[in-house]
């Protein structure tokens, strides 16, 4: 039986735990300590809100328009703070393996979302062998409409540093904002149907709760 998110991140955490410099594993504990319990930020898109039109270049630089992913129906958009990420590609790989297979029931898209450059996108494209697209979103500027930006502290991008990250230079225009890891559901109204925030970064929106989503929505327009 395949293991869920959850308990593949948790094994993620123990192997980091092991093998990361302990003083970047304190400082990236105290780091999502604090993000999860701040909550999840006032003022997100929640279900029933309309989610404006946008377009954004994906991993070969072409753009890819909000109204093109809900032609044919829902559009499940993800967002995940980078391919440097583990937990991030941990998710995106679970994705592609358990989620885009069952899409077609609902005629439903994939995307993924991330402050990287087109470039890293496509790197993380490849590395992770995703049939989806991966956008990329300059500067987290669609991240901060929907209300789940945020910038991390110096001593986390001090700690990125000492582990060769930088994020100035992975990330559209050079910002440091990242995405709270999120999923959203979006029909073809533009409106929003689900919303999934996930302040600790090593947590994420499982493919179950996803699959139950979809066929809510489905119910609910039959």
């Not at 494209?125 to 500027?141: I, Q, T, W, Y």
């Not at 709270?180 to 689900?194: A, E, G, N, W």
Request: with cysteine; charged share 20%.
């Amino acid at each position: 039986m395949a293991l869920s998110i959850r308990e593949q991140s948790e094994q993620l955490q123990a192997v980091s735990a092991a093998q990361l410099p302990a003083d970047v594993v304190e400082v990236f504990s105290r780091s999502s300590q604090r993000l999860h319990a701040g909550g999840v930020p006032a003022g997100v898109v929640k279900p029933g809100d309309t989610l404006e039109s946008f377009t954004l270049r994906n991993a070969a630089g072409k753009p890819v328009g909000l109204k093109d992913l809900v032609a044919t129906g829902p559009a499940v958009v993800v967002f995940y703070r980078g391919g440097w990420c583990p937990y991030c590609n941990l998710a995106l790989r679970t994705y592609q393996r358990e989620l885009l297979p069952q899409l077609a029931a609902w005629h439903a898209t994939l995307i993924a979302i991330s402050p990287q450059t087109p470039d890293q996108s496509l790197s993380t494209a490849e590395k992770a062998a995703l049939d989806f697209e991966v956008l990329s979103d300059p500067g987290s500027r669609l991240a901060r409409r929907i209300g789940i930006a945020f910038e991390q502290g110096e001593e986390v991008l001090a700690a990125q540093h000492k582990l060769g990250l930088d994020l100035a230079e992975v990330n559209e225009e050079g910002s440091t904002q990242l995405p709270m890891p999120t999923v959203l559901i979006v029909d073809s109204d533009h409106t929003v149907r689900f919303v999934d925030v996930h302040p600790d970064y090593t947590t994420r929106t499982e493919v179950a709760d996803i699959v139950a989503a979809l066929a809510d929505v489905h119910t609910e327009t039959d």
